[in-house]
């Protein structure tokens, strides 16, 4: 097709969208933290990102990689965490291509490059004359342990007049044991002063759901960053933009419509907006008639996603989550006690349902108790499916 468009809109996850809008306090606290590891010879606290599925926790991952690349020139090392995987050993392979790539990198500033003095960097790389105890490691081998792979590559990076970003998406993947050898490693090398910037992005059962077992006193220092949904002028933003500059702009009517459907949950928004554009093809703008042939297509993709969290529960769980889901319609907050009311038993007879559906990620519980669906939109769609039966 000769006038085919392509689709401006990212449905999906891990997929950075043409638009990123909003989420300016975790970016001015990245670009905080850059410019403390950069410029001040000192180790930022790292930053936590925490949020359901489909908040844009990887893709706001991917901005501050971008925000460190565009600013100070400095590479990122990616790392998702997966359920039983190695994340050391992936870790330690990421930072090994990284100091290669910084050996092989010209300093930005020459004559501001760290002199290696007796085991020690002058760093004048950070601007302060400061001294950073950076032993000039050897090569780095594949069995080194975290340490010695992360001694190699900052000394690469303040070799080459650079820093490095560090970003861990799906934490709560973690063994808590991998969790707390990383979080040793970072916390033991503070006092030197690394130009590293640690991101870090888990799902809210990071918070909450680990046992008896604390989280390492590292991360509890962490700057947090607690990710919901967009709130409406954003949500908008996300939604129009992409249309907009693509050259076939969404109508005011057409963008209330979908923001009807998709809230401001930015998975939604991306799936919103890409039904709507395929819906006018061969139009110059997408008009309200095009946003309603789109609805059915938007419902189904998202009901796709509740289905899977669905049948991924046993018939007691599900019994828990309708339960959850109908406490939250009545406008009350669905705490452990009201869902159990609902139930007609006692707490602590369902308490066991309440744990597992937090261990799987279905559910996640605030700070005050409150419990919510891992994706928002689910607890309609289980009462609509109730109707329905
Ligand atoms: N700030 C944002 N603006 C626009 N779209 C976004 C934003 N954040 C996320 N998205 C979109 O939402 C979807 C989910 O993002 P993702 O980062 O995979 O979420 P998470 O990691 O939290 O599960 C992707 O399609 C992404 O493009
Ligand atoms: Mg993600």
Redesign the pocket.
């Known amino acids: 097709m000769a006038d085919r468009q392509p689709n401006p809109y990212?449905?999906?996850?891990?997929?950075?969208?043409v638009?990123?809008?909003?989420?300016s306090d975790v970016l001015d606290g990245a670009a905080e933290a850059l410019e403390i590891a950069a410029y001040d010879g000192r180790t930022p606290r790292p930053l936590i990102l925490l949020?359901?599925?489909?908040?844009?926790?990887?893709?706001?991952l991917g901005e501050i990689a971008e925000l460190a690349a565009e600013r100070h020139s400095w590479p990122a090392v990616h790392v998702e965490v997966k359920v039983g995987g190695r994340m050391l050993v992936e870790l330690g392979s990421r930072l090994r291509d990284a100091a290669q790539l910084l050996a092989g990198t010209e300093p930005r500033e020459p004559r501001r490059r760290p002199r290696v003095t007796g085991g020690k960097v002058e760093a004048h790389a950070f601007g302060i004359g400061g001294e950073v105890q950076l032993e000039a490691a050897a090569d780095a081998r594949s069995d080194d342990g975290l340490d010695a792979v992360l001694r190699t590559t900052m000394a690469a990076a303040v070799d080459a007049g650079a820093g490095l970003v560090i970003t861990v998406?799906e934490v709560h993947n973690a063994a808590p044991e991998e969790l707390a050898l990383l979080c040793g490693t970072f916390q033991e090398h503070v006092p030197q002063g690394w130009p590293v910037v640690l991101a870090l992005?888990a799902l809210p059962t990071l918070r909450n759901n680990r046992g008896r077992r604390r989280l390492p006193t590292y991360l509890e220092r962490a700057e947090w960053h607690d990710?919901d949904t967009?709130p409406p002028t954003?949500a908008r933003e996300?939604l129009v933009g992409p249309a907009q500059q693509a050259g076939r702009p969404m109508t005011p009517d057409a963008a209330d419509l979908l923001l009807g459907h998709a809230g401001g949950y930015?998975?939604a928004?991306?799936v919103a907006g890409h039904f709507a554009w395929r819906a006018s093809h061969g139009s110059r703008s997408i008009g309200v008639d095009h946003a309603r042939q789109a609805v059915p297509r938007i419902e189904a993709d998202l009901a796709h996603l509740f289905r899977s969290r669905w049948d991924d529960a046993s018939p007691r769980e599900q019994e828990y989550l309708q339960a959850m889901a109908a406490v939250a319609a009545r406008g009350e907050v669905p705490k452990g006690g009201a869902v159990a009311a609902e139930l007609g038993v006692p707490v602590t007879s369902v308490s066991y349902l309440r744990a597992r559906l937090l261990r799987k990620g279905t559910i996640y519980r605030e700070a005050g108790g409150a419990l919510h669906f891992i994706t928002p939109g689910m607890g309609r769609w289980i009462l609509d499916q109730d109707r329905q039966d």
Do not use: H
Not at 11 to 17: D, R
Not at 51 to 60: D, L, S
């Open positions: 990212r449905p999906g996850f891990n997929q950075p969208p638009v990123f809008a909003g989420r949020g359901p599925r489909g908040v844009g926790k990887t893709v706001t998406d992005a990710l967009l954003e996300a930015p998975y928004l991306q």
